[in-house]
């Protein structure tokens, strides 16, 4: 009976590094069923507030305001008037909040915003002596209010989309004060003018905000990437495969999930993703559902590229640990005298590689899986030839927890990975048959 404890001592922990490093990359990402799938709750959109509104303040902090003119009765007779030149600095906002509306999309809402701005007015008696006067104008606007619809979509690369939809604005107060001009002006400010100027402005304010949205928001997920590289081997796709799903009190967005070869980015893995439960509990920011499909393309994807074939040499082992686990037969003479007697105080090299891909499978929060492979014993002959001793076949099985933690305002999600059972045989041998068993200490 073969023991193993020597050679798995340290190798039990490289194939663990390996397993994990899967399982890693798989949780570290993101058709008809979905690889994952995210459900974000209205407190999710308060975090997306606080980077999403000052994007947009910016993006008003310089309205456009067209001229405004006319002509209008006044003490000294009918004028023509024109307010021009009208510029605004930085709109201020007091309040926003965003919150799920209809069946496809939110409501973004500013409230209690300022606004200060100056122009240019003058104005012409329109008959004789044709009197007129220019000067310049401060002008003070309060109590702003900006409500926007906007639906979130996709487009045919997998891409999330916005698109702004309808627009309410409205501005509820303004101080002007006049430099140059008569008492009168201020009459016809608060009259005519103001009404029209809260009008243009608050226009502006919606023709500029959905602007925003429509080309610079789509601009910046446009240039957000569908695939990542994860190394040399592998992609992850989490591109969209629906449109977002709205409900009173979350969004739900469905990505593709799947792992594929860099070499063949576009060829699917023989697997299928299964349809996700209903989605019943929303009482925190921010939902993630990882599948077996996207573990399991990972697992297919890693053992089509030999990823995980490794060649161990006698200069690999640990300097600490060589007097101890030396790569040679020496080593062996107790648990094996054949192989000692074959090839006696000679250097081994051991080739770890899988048979078949891992295969993962989810219940409740855990994970339960198993990776098969082999060892192969290889001899470093005198004459400086390499002969196979024997091959033993063996499965891994493991269990994992995937949780979810943040570091330096980064969510991230972890997982531990823990050793269940080792199933082990023979496969093959040139140095006569012999039991194998496994004893982990």
């Given at each position: 009976?073969?023991?193993?404890?020597?050679?798995?001592?340290?190798?039990?922990?490289?194939?663990?590094?390996?397993?994990?490093?899967?399982?890693?990359?798989?949780?570290?990402?993101?058709?008809?069923?979905?690889?994952?799938?995210?459900?974000?709750?209205?407190?999710?959109?308060?975090?997306?507030?606080?980077?999403?509104?000052?994007?947009?303040?910016?993006?008003?902090?310089?309205?456009?305001?067209?001229?405004?003119?006319?002509?209008?009765?006044?003490?000294?007779?009918?004028?023509?008037?024109?307010?021009?030149?009208?510029?605004?600095?930085?709109?201020?906002?007091?309040?926003?909040?965003?919150?799920l509306s209809s069946s496809s999309g939110?409501?973004?809402?500013?409230?209690?915003?300022?606004?200060?701005?100056?122009?240019?007015?003058?104005?012409?008696?329109?008959?004789?002596?044709?009197?007129?006067?220019?000067?310049?104008?401060?002008?003070s606007a309060s109590s702003v209010s900006?409500?926007?619809?906007?639906?979130?979509?996709?487009?045919?690369?997998?891409?999330?989309?916005?698109?702004?939809?309808?627009?309410?604005?409205?501005?509820?107060?303004?101080?002007?004060?006049?430099?140059?001009?008569?008492?009168w002006l201020y009459n016809l400010f608060?009259?005519?003018?103001?009404?029209?100027?809260?009008?243009?402005?608050?226009?502006?304010?919606?023709?500029?905000?959905?602007?925003?949205?429509?080309?610079?928001?789509?601009?910046?997920?446009?240039?957000?990437?569908?695939?990542?590289?994860?190394?040399?081997?592998?992609?992850?796709?989490?591109?969209?495969?629906?449109?977002?799903?709205?409900?009173?009190?979350?969004?739900?967005?469905?990505?593709?999930?799947?792992?594929?070869?860099?070499?063949?980015?576009?060829?699917?893995?023989?697997?299928?993703?299964?349809?996700?439960?209903?989605?019943?509990?929303?009482?925190?920011?921010?939902?993630?559902?990882?599948?077996?499909?996207?573990?399991?393309?990972?697992?297919?994807?890693?053992?089509?590229?030999?990823?995980?074939?490794?060649?161990?040499?006698?200069?690999?082992?640990?300097?600490?640990?060589?007097?101890?686990?030396?790569?040679?037969?020496?080593?062996?003479?107790?648990?094996?005298?054949?192989?000692?007697?074959?090839?006696?105080?000679?250097?081994?090299?051991?080739?770890?590689?899988?048979?078949?891909?891992?295969?993962?499978?989810?219940?409740?929060?855990?994970?339960?899986?198993?990776?098969?492979?082999?060892?192969?014993?290889?001899?470093?002959?005198?004459?400086?030839?390499?002969?196979?001793?024997?091959?033993?076949?063996?499965?891994?099985?493991?269990?994992?927890?995937?949780?979810?933690?943040?570091?330096?305002?980064?969510?991230?999600?972890?997982?531990?990975?823990?050793?269940?059972?080792?199933?082990?045989?023979?496969?093959?041998?040139?140095?006569?048959?012999?039991?194998?068993?496994?004893?982990?200490?």
């Amino acid at each position: 009976m073969l023991k193993l404890p020597i050679m798995l001592s340290w190798m039990m922990p490289l194939m663990a590094f390996e397993l994990f490093s899967l399982l890693t990359v798989g949780a570290l990402v993101t058709a008809v069923a979905p690889g994952f799938r995210t459900a974000f709750t209205e407190k999710g959109f308060d975090y997306a507030r606080s980077i999403g509104i000052p994007i947009l303040e910016e993006e008003l902090s310089d309205m456009k305001i067209p001229d405004i003119s006319g002509s209008t009765s006044s003490p000294i007779g009918k004028i023509d008037y024109s307010v021009s030149n009208i510029k605004g600095g930085k709109l201020k906002i007091g309040h926003s909040s965003i919150s799920l509306s209809s069946s496809s999309g939110l409501d973004i809402s500013v409230s209690d915003g300022s606004l200060a701005l100056t122009a240019d007015w003058k104005y012409r008696m329109k008959s004789w002596p044709h009197v007129q006067d220019h000067g310049s104008v401060d002008i003070s606007a309060s109590s702003v209010s900006l409500k926007f619809t906007v639906e979130l979509g996709k487009d045919s690369t997998g891409h999330a989309t916005v698109s702004a939809g309808s627009c309410k604005g409205d501005v509820g107060h303004m101080d002007v004060h006049f430099h140059g001009g008569a008492s009168w002006l201020y009459n016809l400010f608060s009259g005519t003018i103001e009404s029209s100027l809260k009008g243009t402005l608050a226009k502006q304010g919606c023709d500029q905000g959905k602007d925003a949205i429509n080309k610079q928001a789509n601009k910046a997920l446009e240039s957000l990437p569908v695939t990542v590289n994860l190394d040399k081997s592998a992609l992850i796709n989490y591109a969209l495969v629906d449109t977002p799903k709205f409900t009173d009190t979350f969004v739900e967005t469905q990505h593709k999930g799947e792992f594929f070869l860099r070499a063949a980015p576009t060829a699917e893995a023989p697997l299928a993703p299964r349809d996700l439960p209903p989605i019943s509990k929303v009482d925190n920011m921010v939902y993630l559902w990882l599948t077996e499909y996207m573990a399991n393309t990972a697992g297919y994807v890693y053992f089509k590229s030999n990823s995980l074939h490794r060649l161990i040499t006698p200069d690999m082992i640990p300097k600490a640990d060589r007097d101890k686990y030396a790569l040679n037969t020496t080593t062996f003479k107790q648990y094996l005298p054949q192989l000692y007697n074959k090839y006696p105080n000679m250097s081994m090299t051991l080739l770890l590689n899988n048979s078949a891909p891992m295969n993962i499978s989810l219940t409740g929060g855990a994970v339960f899986g198993s990776v098969p492979g082999s060892i192969g014993v290889n001899v470093l002959t005198g004459n400086k030839t390499t002969e196979d001793a024997f091959v033993i076949g063996i499965r891994v099985h493991f269990n994992a927890t995937i949780g979810v933690t943040t570091n330096n305002s980064k969510v991230l999600l972890v997982g531990k990975a823990y050793y269940i059972s080792t199933d082990i045989e023979l496969l093959s041998s040139n140095i006569g048959t012999f039991s194998v068993s496994l004893r982990v200490a």
